[in-house]
């Protein structure tokens, strides 16, 4: 399943919780409008991102989970995206075929002529089962739930204590 973060989708009455099950990774990138009065250095790092989520969108094996647009500020633009695993986030990153090398080879390119016009990020978050846990009220399907999937907030627990140790490995396992 892969969700489509801009739908608009009615909430969801009550309390409920993402269907996520397992290990995740959460991959935020973005990038940072540094001279507005350059949109050559910047538009094409800006317009990069819809084609990659296209891609990734269009490959049901490609990990991608489901991603969420953000902004930070008139000059900030992120994506949190929610993978499968590092492995096929990593093997995405560097596949010569995937829009992401190419993307990646010409950020590099003007990141050394660009008078760093545009600035650029990423951080990548391996989270085991049982190291997260998500509450929505009132909520159309949001982030994690939009990524996996909804459920009701009891048939995970009814705390964040309660959801958190439902996925705990035990200890030596």
């Known amino acids: 399943m892969f969700a489509n973060p801009t739908r608009s989708a009615e909430p969801y009455g009550g309390r409920t919780t993402a269907a996520a099950e397992g290990d995740l990774v959460v991959f935020l990138i ?6 507005f009065w350059a949109p050559h250095h910047w538009l094409p790092v800006l ?11 269009a490959d049901e094996q490609s990990g991608l989970l489901g991603y969420q647009l953000l902004t930070g500020s008139p000059r900030a633009y992120y994506v949190v995206q ?8 990593l ?12 993307a ?4 590099n390119r003007m990141e050394h002529r660009s008078g760093r016009h545009v600035g650029i990020w990423h951080e990548t978050y391996l989270v085991p089962a049982g190291n997260y846990e998500s509450v929505y009220a009132d909520m159309p399907p949001y982030g994690l739930a939009a990524a996996t ?15 958190l140790d439902r996925g705990r490995r035990p200890p030596n396992s």
């Open 30 to 35: 973005g990038m940072r409008i540094n001279h």
């Open 47 to 57: 317009a990069s991102m819809p084609r990659m989520l296209r891609e990734l969108r």
């Open 82 to 89: 929610y993978w499968r695993s590092k492995e096929q986030l």
């Open 91 to 102: 093997k995405y990153a560097v596949d010569p075929a995937r829009l992401h090398r190419k």
């Open 104 to 107: 990646w080879a010409m950020i």
């Open 149 to 163: 999937g909804v459920l009701p907030i009891g048939r995970r627990g009814a705390t964040a204590q309660e959801r």
